[in-house]
Each structure stands twice: as C-alpha cells, then as structure tokens.
C-alpha cells in the first residue's frame, strides 16, 4: 500500500545515511574485478567478514523449519512443484549455485548463513512464471540477520519517473531487458558461505545446501551491487560506447532499458554499441520490442517479445516499468484494475483494491484522487479491518466501483513531440479545493516550423487535504503551488538531458498566492514564508500568471473525476484552448501588491523578521553589540534600530511614540537569539533545517526549531524557558545551578554551552526550553 503513496511524491534525492552510501561504494571500487567479460564482487558488510558469525549465530534450524513448510507448501500443489523444481534445476544447471557438503562448515567460527526461500509466481509473465525469492531478513537465534549487517548502496541510476519522462521524447525506440540481470554478477568466494539454501526433490531424499555462488535477489545490497555494475560498464567503455553509455546511465531502470532516438538509423547503432558493451559485461539481452520492425532485423525471434504469429494481431501490448505500451500503434495505455461481480465491502478489501493503481506519471491523477479521497474517509471513520462499510461510504464506495467497472481502456500516443519542432515549452497548473486534495499537472506544448501545435499531458501530482490539520483554501493553493514549483524543476532537469526547452509558464486560479510569491518573504507569517521562499527559490528563471479556474486543468485533480468520465474530458488531456493557438505568447510576469494580503506580519513583526531572515550563505552582523553587557540594554538598542528600519520602509502607520513596547523588546531580543545561534550553532540549524539528525552534544536536549525560528529543547511536557546572556558570573552560576541536575550536567557537557567573555562574564549562548517535572 505504501506504494501507492509512494508514487504521488515528486522524486527527490535524500542526504541521509550518507556515511554509509559513501563506505558501500568504497568497498565497491576496491574490491569490484571484470575478468573474462563477469563482474566479480564483495558483499558490502559492516563488519569484518572473519567477525561476522560471533555476531551473526546460527540460522540453519531456522531455515530447516522453514524449509520443511515451504516443502509440504509445494506437495500439495503439484504444477507450482515442478515449475518450483524447474527452476532450481536451471539455477544449478547455469553454474549460478552449486552443492557443496554441508560437513566443511564450521557453524560454530565459521562466517554461515542459511537463507529461507519460498516462491513467487506471475502465470501472466512471458519467460519466467515462478522464481524464487530468498529472505535475506530472517533473524538467527541472536536476532540477527543478514541484512542487518549489510551496508545499503546508493541508488546509481535515474528513478522510474524520469525514464518515463524521456520514454515519450523520441520518435523511434526500442525495449528490451537484461537476462538473469542480478545473476550475471559473481560473488566473490569467500563471501559465498554467507549466501546458502536447503533443497531436495522429493521427502524421501536427504536435504542437501546449495551455495549460491552470484549476486542473488533478496539482500540488501543486491540491487546496488548489479546496478552499479552497469555504471561501472558504462564508465569504462564510454568512449568506444557513447551511445550504449547514455542508454545504461539515463535509461535503464534495474534490468529495463527504454531507449529512445529521433533517428532511426542512430537508434539501430545504438542497439547495436549496447549488445556489444553488456557482452563485455557478461550481461545478456532478451525480450526485445521496437515500434519500427527494422531496428531489431538482427535479433534472433527467440530473443524477441513476439513471434511472428504475434506480430500478425492488431494489438502488440507488453508491460514495462508498470505502463501499458502498444508498441504497433506506439500508445501508452490505461486501464481501470480487474473488477468482479462482488463488490469489495470491507475496509481491508477496498484498501487491497485501491491500492492496485499504479500511475508512476500521474496520466489518470484525477481517477487516483476520487480513490484516495474514499481511502481518507475510510482511516477517518476508524472502522476495524474487516468490518463492513457504513451507508454512506458504502454509497460513496460502490459508485466509483460501478464508475470504474463501465470505465473504457484509454490509449494516447506515446511520441509527444512534432517533427521539425522550432518551440518547446513546458507548461504547469496548480490548484486546491477545500473539500477533497490539490494538485498540480505538467504539459508539453510543442510548435513545428509550419505553426502546428500539439499540446499533450506529461505528469500529474495530487495530495489529498490533511485530516488532522485544518487549512485555509489560500494555504492549500500555495501548497498546490509548491508541489508544481517541485514537480516542474524535475521534469525541466530530465528533459534538458534530451531536448531544450525554450521557457516554462506556471499558472494558478489564485491571486492571493500569486502575490505572496512576489511578496518578500520576510513580510509573511511563518507558514507561507517558507513555502514562498522554496517556491522563488526553484522557480526563479520561470514565469508564474493567473488563469481562469474554468480553464485551469489542475481543477479536475483537486475535485477528482469519475473513472468512466475521465476519457471524455478534454480540459484534463489536452489542456485549456488558449495553448493550441499558434499566437500564444507567454504571459508577462503579473505585478501584485502585498495590500490587504492574509497572512502578513504586522509592521513591527516584519522590520525584525526582515532583518532576521537569516541564510547558510549570507549571515547578518550584530557584533555592535558587543560592546554592551547587559542584557536588557542590547534588547533596547537594538529595538531602536529596528523601528527606524520600519519607518523608513512604511510611508503609513509609522511609529513615533518615544517609549519602547513589549512587542519590540520581543522582536529585538528573538532577533538577537537568532544571531547568536546563527553564529556559534550553525551547524546544528542547518542539520534540524534539512531533516537530518543532530549529532553534537545538544542532541540528548531534543532540540527542534520553533515557529520564530529559534533552537530550543523539546519534550511532550510543561516547559519552561530560561536565558542568560553576558550577566555577571555569580547571577549565571545561580541561574544553571536553578536547574534539575540532568539538564544542567548536560548543558556544561556541551563545547558551545559557555563562552567567556572579558573574564568576568559568561555567554550562554542557546535559547533552551529547560524541562520540569509535574
């Protein structure tokens, strides 16, 4: 299920773990071989092999129990036997295992692992029907297991979303993948102890150990160890292999490759540089399919998807990276899941259907919305697993079922571009509703130098309003905003590997977001200032304009459509009319003012935010303030400062009274807060700021960023807040020594807790929220 979430988030590169991403691929490069056309490599463990079995204990009475039930599993179902037992056969016949006598392992020193397997089978799969999978994840007598001790690689190629991005950016293609792909790739001897199956033909034989000798499915590392191979391939050969090298890095996912070309004879050249570097390799093609029969002339029929008798039917359908494609008509297809007669009623069942739509590229984003929509309400009415729908959601459920059941495959061409193309652009929508999601989708439009227009869908994200946070119809626009802002920086990135995109036009139907996007982010409330500014920040060479909510496609995705609807709404597929005219000019950037705009600062919340929005590039200068040790001196000096910087900035409303006011003693004293973590905790910020862990002394403090941006120490219980700065050190020592003894010992464990200042006085210089007990 979590696959299907999974899908709607825009791709992104995560820097977590990075440590051990960098340890793997440093044990990959010093110890990966090619010899006589085999990668040769290391399993990537984060201990010392000769140490792994004092950690790692015993496996084999487990894997025996499992054996035995995965045996009696196979005996009453005689047809999964023998393919089961086919398989097995194949994997020894292939040189891929071999039986070795399990007497010369020493399981009490030696480094042995015994790996549980069970089958899994797809009868609609044209080569392989079943296969085995190998648990790599079952825990030994010590609650340990393989995996455990396996480093996790990097991923080294492009995700699924971009592959079939640049799918639908050339003329010609074709698509094949890569035998055995995990397989080809040896395991280094010594590593093999670790990689063990049990296996017998039949209960009245004695139960034999295989030792698988090759990178196999099932361990964690198994992915990144084939996968980099491949990079490895295309490094190497690049020169000789250009063509080959760019297919490998940029259009192959795991085993599949989708390569594409506008030239057909560059297309067969590239076929023809990509058999001869994966042969290099040891890698082995099959399964090839081309939407132009003269590119796979040379490829023997065994080694092709369709024979000729498939050849001779109308349709030629294969599945790849989980999209229907029509390689004779050259269309992508979309179909609604199998529906039966009965209708799921339970909550588990209706989640276990939903959850069968796979739209990686969001083409049919409104049908995913109404889906998720229903999935929401049902985690909203807390209904048990297995209990029966309530009438209303019964109804709601049952609608789009029946909706969904009449709903006709929809096929649309996979070629987007024009021939003789003289003007691409990218095109996005952004919109939300208050009752059901937002969303944002992309569109390619393309002009040829005869003033044709073609105007096709590309991508779609949606996301389903939060229950537990209620927000206002512009907060939900901005958000649709940002998830466009993510959205069309990717699909720009991808694109340019391919083609050059002459400019990118952003709409929304809100004005109010509109203007908070032109609007300093200093000037906005906390919430929308962030999300203003990762906007400005990713579309800063783009154009952002208003449209019509009528003419705005986004529209569909935040209210959802009906399956059976779907097909017949032009506004969804082929986007508003004004594009498909050949005079259409981008739109001028649209000039907004920040007057009578929600979610403003007040004027002396903005001259403090103004000068306190602080960056990891450029930092402000509150040294002046060295020179004063009091506290309360620096608090109002400082708020000095500030009014003067509002009224200069405000011609209304300017602040003229001589005292000070509580609001500007606040402002001044968070904006000093603020500089001083700024400038002894940078690191410490910027790590709480990119989700990563803290890894200083303070990280015991639970420290979190608040809404004013300051560093302070969490728990889910009464706070109580305490500061000190530059006071004479006898008030500073009675002040820490106030403090429950855990949290002071923690604040003077801490290198950046005190600093001395002139001798006579101590700085500390974070903001804690210290904790006391009930």
């Known amino acids: ?145 393989l995996n455990n001790l396996l480093l996790n690689g990097p991923v080294v190629q492009k995700e699924l979303f971009d592959i079939l991005i640049l799918f639908r950016f050339e003329q010609y293609v074709f698509v094949t993948d890569i035998k055995h792909m995990f397989r080809a790739v040896s395991l280094n001897e010594k590593y093999r102890p670790l990689q063990n199956i049990l296996w017998r033909d039949s209960p009245d034989n004695n139960v034999e150990c295989i030792q698988l000798n090759t990178v196999t499915y099932g361990l964690k ?76 002339h040379d490829i023997p029929t065994d080694k092709q998807y369709f024979d000729s008798i498939d050849l001779e039917k109308t349709n030629l359908c294969i599945k790849t990276l989980g999209v229907n494609y029509d390689i004779k008509s050259d269309t992508l297809t979309l179909s609604a899941p199998n529906t039966g007669t009965n209708i799921p009623d339970t909550k588990r069942e209706v989640l276990s259907f939903i959850s069968k739509f796979f739209d990686p590229l969001g083409l049919a984003g409104p049908l995913v919305v109404s889906a998720k929509v229903i999935m929401q309400k049902l985690w909203e009415a807390r209904l048990e697993w297995d209990s029966i729908l309530n009438d209303d959601l019964r109804k709601l459920w049952r609608e789009f079922y029946k909706s969904l059941s009449i709903m006709a495959p929809m096929s649309f061409n996979r070629y987007v571009c024009l021939q003789n193309a003289t003007c691409l652009q990218l095109i996005g929508f952004a919109d ?200 309360n001196k620096m608090q109002r000096v400082l708020a000095y400062i500030l009014r003067f910087c509002s009224n200069t900035r405000t011609k209304t409303d300017k602040i003229k009274h001589n005292f000070i006011s509580s609001s500007e003693l606040n402002s001044s004293l968070n904006l000093i807060l603020r500089y001083e973590q700024q400038k002894f905790m940078k690191n410490e910020l910027h790590s709480l700021k990119c989700n990563n862990t803290v890894k200083s002394n303070i990280k015991a403090l639970y420290p979190f960023i608040d809404d004013r941006g300051l560093l302070r120490e969490g728990k889910k219980v009464i706070h109580k807040c305490i500061v000190c700065w530059k006071l004479e050190k006898n008030v500073s020592q009675q002040l820490m020594g106030s403090l429950p003894h855990d949290r002071r010992n923690a604040l003077y464990r801490s290198r950046f807790s005190l600093n001395k200042v002139h001798n006579v006085t101590y700085l500390i210089i974070i903001q804690f929220t210290f904790l006391f007990t009930m």
């Open 1 to 145: 299920m979590s696959l299907f979430w999974k899908t709607e988030d825009v791709p992104q590169v995560f820097t977590e773990k990075v440590s051990e991403h960098e340890a793997c691929e440093q044990m990959f490069q010093e110890n990966v071989q090619l010899t006589n056309n085999q990668f040769e490599v290391a399993l990537p463990l984060k201990l010392p092999l000769d140490s792994v079995n004092d950690t790692l204990g015993d496996s084999l009475y487990l894997a025996l129990k499992r054996f035995h039930n995965l045996e009696n599993r196979l005996h009453k179902d005689p047809v999964l036997l023998k393919l089961y037992k086919d398989f097995i056969h194949e994997y020894l016949e292939l040189g891929h295992g071999s039986k070795i006598d399990i007497a010369q392992y020493d399981l009490n020193s030696d480094p042995v692992y015994f790996l549980p397997h069970h089958p899994v089978v797809r009868m609609d799969k044209k080569s392989t029907k079943c296969r085995a999978v190998f648990d790599a994840s079952m825990k030994t007598n010590k609650k340990v297991s």
């Open 221 to 296: 590392s198994s992915s990144y160890l084939a996968t980099r191979c491949l990079i490895e391939l295309a490094d190497r050969y690049a020169e000789d292999f250009p063509l080959a090298s760019s297919i490998l890095k940029n259009q192959t996912y795991v085993d599949d490759i989708l390569a594409t070309n506008d030239s057909l004879d560059a297309l067969i050249e590239s076929k023809e540089q990509l058999c001869k570097l994966l042969d290099l390799g040891g890698f082995q093609l099959h399964k090839w399919s081309s939407n132009r029969v003269e590119a796979l």
């Open 432 to 631: 939300a509703s208050s009752s059901a999601a937002y969303g944002c989708c992309v569109y390619l439009r393309v002009v040829d130098s005869t003033g044709n227009v073609n105007v096709s869908l590309l991508c779609s994200k949606s996301r389903v309003n939060p229950i537990k946070q209620s927000l206002t119809v512009p907060r939900l626009e901005l958000n649709a905003a940002l998830l466009l802002a993510k959205l069309i920086t990717r699909v720009h990135d991808t694109l340019s590997l391919k083609k050059t995109i002459n400019n990118v036009v952003l709409y929304s139907d809100s004005q109010i977001v509109l203007a908070w996007i032109q609007t300093n982010a200093a000037k906005l409330n906390t919430y929308v200032a962030n999300r203003v500014k990762e906007i400005s920040q990713l579309t800063s060479k783009y154009t952002w304009a208003y449209v019509n909510t009528h003419e705005n496609p986004a529209d569909c995705l935040s209210q959802g459509v009906l399956p059976h609807e779907l097909e017949s709404n032009q506004l969804w597929w082929t986007a508003p009319l004004f594009l498909h005219d050949s005079k259409y000019v981008a739109p001028q950037q649209e000039q907004y003012t920040a007057d009578g705009l929600p979610e403003v600062r007040r004027s002396s919340e903005f001259s403090s935010a103004m000068v306190c929005t602080l960056s990891d590039k450029a930092d402000i200068n509150l040294d002046f303030l060295d020179k004063y040790s009091d506290i």
